[in-house]
């Protein structure tokens, strides 16, 4: 018997809620507990969205030594920030070393997967920097997850409940302007509330909260564009209701490389901008 189009929509919707009550409260866990928890849920993460960034690039099932070439440099990127290396300085060696690799063993699209692999290594190693052993990086950390979630389910209503023109039809679709909006709007009234219960400027918690609303759409769309270049619908297929774990982690990946970036420029940005301080 043929299911009508509603409940299958009804059904998909369950299903992504149900894996979201399960995902959330154990990446909760793993961001208050810090240190070597997060450390190794950090290298799980990197290792299972290498394996799927590598499928869909390459398209092979098989074992292949891209497999190997790229998590040694995500590998290498993570004991670089165990031993508190500079990422800056031994990063561009590594990925010449790694792309040097690729050409030499023949391995389809070898600049695709060494942008891609390193990539991974930085949003970890910028979820485990961001993160720290503190209060202030604990309070960051939450409320970047929370800005990300909520963009994520305000621009799925906004955009079914307003419609409107579509932000990127050929890479996305169902996205919508309006969507895009109410998310930034949803997530500026997140910024405004934290700034209340943690004293901090409203205003700058309203462009932090926003910022971080437009850079997770851009990561998401992103990863939608390169699923459109090798032609997938889904990065793989480890979260029911979800895909794979990079259509879920894209947002928060794009996020946590771009503010990892402003805190190696701006070391201070989180006491001086938002008002948050090591307790």
Not at 62 to 80: N, Y
Not at 99 to 115: C, E, G, H, K, M
Request: glycine share 10%; hydrophobic share 55%; with cysteine.
């Amino acid at each position: 018997m043929t299911v009508p189009a509603a409940q299958s929509k009804f059904n998909a919707l369950t299903l992504r809620i149900l894996s979201a009550l399960v995902m959330i409260p154990a990446g909760l866990f793993v961001v208050f507990a810090g240190g070597r928890v997060l450390f190794i849920a950090g290298i799980l993460c990197a290792a299972a969205m290498w394996y799927e960034y590598r499928q869909v690039t390459i398209g092979q099932v098989q074992k292949h030594p891209s497999l190997i070439a790229g998590g040694l440099l995500v590998l290498a990127i993570l004991l670089a920030f165990e031993f508190s290396v500079p990422t800056a300085l031994v990063l561009p060696g590594l990925m010449v070393c790694v792309y040097s690799l690729l050409i030499v063993l023949r391995v389809p699209n070898p600049l695709w997967l060494t942008v891609g692999n390193t990539l991974i290594g930085l949003a970890v190693i910028s979820l485990l920097e961001l993160r720290g052993n503190d209060q202030a990086g604990l309070v960051l950390i939450l409320i970047v997850m929370i800005s990300v979630w909520i963009t994520d389910i305000a621009a799925y209503f906004a955009g079914r409940g307003f419609g409107g023109p579509q932000l990127s039809p050929r890479g996305s679709p169902n996205k919508t302007w309006s969507g895009a909006a109410g998310a930034m709007i949803c997530t500026a009234l997140v910024g405004a509330f934290t700034a209340g219960l943690v004293s901090g400027p409203i205003l700058n918690w309203v462009i932090f909260t926003a910022f971080v609303s437009v850079i997770g759409q851009l990561g998401d769309l992103t990863e939608s564009l390169w699923k459109r270049q090798f032609k997938v619908k889904d990065s793989g297929n480890l979260i029911p209701g979800h895909g794979g774990i990079l259509d879920r982690l894209d947002s928060f990946s794009a996020v946590l490389i771009v503010l990892g970036l402003v805190q190696m420029i701006y070391p201070d940005y989180s006491e001086h901008f938002l008002g948050l301080r090591s307790a």
